[in-house]
């Protein structure tokens, strides 16, 4: 901090000349200067040259562009404050919209300050305002100043116990850091309306926040808009500012939401441009199966290009290293519980509610029902499950090997007391290596056959979920429960005649993961040809069992990352 105010202290402390205002702050197209060096709209101001901008990755963000642009206007036109917020899921583009916006009005002629807050730095208070305070081009003296308040409030705030969610009566330091951040921003030596961007603020410090809104309530009447952008998340930090911050006048807020299948095929065919083979729709399809339509986990897609052209001239990105790292970013960009939540359901690889997850991690349901929200939110699971196998693997694969075979027990522990088929837990069993249980499956129960590969990192984790399978190979014409989700999958895919290349294509998967899956297919159907495969499916249909009754909840331990269970839950078993 004090090397840049040495760096501030070189510039001129005298205030510019009209006309050297006008000539470093150029009038944008469509404006003309006043003899006074004062830019006045002479008329409707011509956007064609700011529009480029925006001819971006993004879709589907027309509206929250539009809308923000629209505000930027009115309060230019009219001299009116303006404060808008956005907010989605991790991953939805918040950023992205938030930068095009940020540039569009600097294009427009609007001195755009930015900031952006850090969970790293989420205690450091007035750490925000200290950044929006640096991207403006303050003279030296009003920066000194302004960062020796700044500084001697930072040392009061830091002997200071808890957060500052309300500031003290009467404090003076207080009223002369909030009057010094409002004459900076004031005091800037132009005539140009302000933008200010404030990206994660949901890591702002409070007392940033409060200077915010300080700064907000004076804005009323100046061409001023703040555009705010923050992530969905279990609790909102600070419900105080955040509802008085609602209650402005001015104030709007735009949701994010997934990408709808139309918005991916829009993607695609600007990201297929000159290839041939597969359709937009098709393509648009099978990445929407594997991303949910969340724009990180598209782009990873997209961007890795994995599948490249295949033999045939078809075109389709397969899963790999850059979707992996988007994946992590999700789920580390959450609260510790919502990524135990998520190693939960990969845990128990199949279809999960609420009930079930609070009782595997030890918390009441009301407790898991939020991070369940979120995950679905930023498309990682669907229908209480994880959406693809390669985020189940990954989520897997990422898990300390204690913490899995902990899981892998209670899951046991859990299905057992629900009643489930003794393949599934037996398939708990194997994968904690657990033999002093009253719940542990004998060597020869059904599903403790011997274990088959799915191509996962994990292969003691993987879902071998027979309920009517024969006890030595698996042959077996069993239920349709038989086979895992990736099985049943590809199963139904040849089912319906569709070649191993078109099948790996619509679940972004290799043509040898799918032979190799077919291959078991036939096995544990006993299917001799592929033509009576939807024979031995419809069979299996007609035989499947209804899934095992839920549970009421019940804590069977606190994961680590959970720092217990909220007030009023039920203690752990002993």
């Known amino acids: 901090m004090k090397d840049l105010v040495k760096t501030g202290r070189g510039r001129s402390t005298e205030r510019p000349t009209q006309k050297r205002r006008v000539t470093r702050h150029p009038a944008p197209a469509g404006e003309q200067a006043d003899q006074r060096g004062h830019r006045a709209t002479r008329h409707p101001v011509s956007e064609p040259r700011v529009e480029r901008l925006t001819r971006t990755v993004l879709v589907q963000r027309e509206e929250q562009l539009a809308g923000l642009r629209r505000m930027y206007r009115t309060s230019r036109e009219l001299g009116r404050g303006q404060v808008a917020l956005l907010s989605g899921p991790v991953g939805s583009g918040k950023t992205e919209v938030l930068e095009v916006f940020g540039e569009w009005a600097a294009a427009m002629g609007a001195r755009v300050l930015r900031a952006a807050g850090s969970r790293a730095e989420r205690d450091i208070p007035l750490g925000v305002i200290w950044q929006l305070l640096h991207s403006a081009p303050l003279e030296a003296a009003s920066l000194a100043q302004a960062d020796e308040l700044i500084e001697t409030a930072f040392d009061r705030l830091n002997r200071a116990a808890g957060a500052v969610e309300e500031l003290p009566p009467g404090d003076d330091l207080w009223a002369r850091v909030l009057h010094a951040v409002f004459t900076s921003l004031t005091g800037l030596d132009d005539a140009a309306p302000l933008t200010v961007a404030v990206d994660d603020l949901h890591h702002a410090d409070a007392a940033s926040l409060h200077c915010l809104l300080y700064v907000i309530r004076r804005f009323r009447r100046a061409p001023v808009t703040i555009v705010l952008a923050e992530t969905t998340t279990l609790r909102p930090a600070h419900p105080l500012l955040r509802a008085e911050l609602f ?63 295949g033999g045939d001239g078809t075109y389709g990105p397969v899963p790999g290293d850059a979707f992996d790292q988007a994946v992590l970013r999700c789920l580390y960009r959450h609260e510790p519980v919502v990524r135990q939540v998520a190693r939960a359901l990969a845990v ?39 959406r693809h ?33 003794a393949g599934e837990i037996a398939r708990h069993h194997r994968a904690a290596a657990w033999t002093d249980t009253p719940w542990a499956a004998p060597a020869g129960a059904d599903g403790a056959e011997e274990q088959v590969s799915h191509g996962r990192s994990d292969p003691a984790a993987e879902p071998t979920r027979h309920t009517g399978g024969q006890p030595g190979g698996g042959e077996s014409d069993g239920d349709g429960d038989v086979l895992s989700e990736a099985e049943r999958r590809v199963a139904e ?73 909220p007030p009023g839950a039920p203690p752990p078993r002993g």
């Open 389 to 421: 196998p390669r985020i189940l693997d990954l989520i897997i694969s990422d898990m300390p090997a204690e913490e899995r075979r902990r899981l892998h027990r209670l899951a046991g522990e859990t299905l057992h007391e629900r009643g489930a088929e």
């Open 247 to 309: 209650s402005q006048p001015s104030f709007r807020r735009y949701t994010l939401p997934l990408l709808s299948a139309e918005a991916v095929a829009r993607l695609v065919l600007r990201d297929a441009e000159g290839r041939g083979g597969t359709s937009a729709r098709e393509t648009a399809a099978g990445l929407l199966g594997v991303t949910g339509g969340n724009p990180l986990l598209l782009r990873a897609l997209l961007d890795e290009q994995a599948g490249g052209p």
């Open 348 to 386: 128990l690889d199949r279809r999960a509610s609420a009930e079930l997850i609070g009782r595997l991690l030890g918390v009441p349901p009301d407790f898991t029902a939020p991070a369940m929200r979120l995950l679905r939110g930023a498309g990682l699971t669907e229908a209480g499950r994880l």
């Open 493 to 565: 895919l040849a089912a319906r005649g569709d070649t191993n290349r078109q099948i790996a294509r619509t679940l972004f998967v290799t043509v040898s993961t799918v032979e190799q899956h077919l291959t078991r297919v036939y096995r544990k159907l006993d299917v001799r040809r592929r033509t009576d495969l939807p024979e031995h499916l419809n069979a299996c249909r007609g035989r499947a069992q209804e899934p095992a009754r839920d549970c009421a909840p019940g804590p069977l331990a606190t994961p680590p990352g959970i720092s217990g269970p």
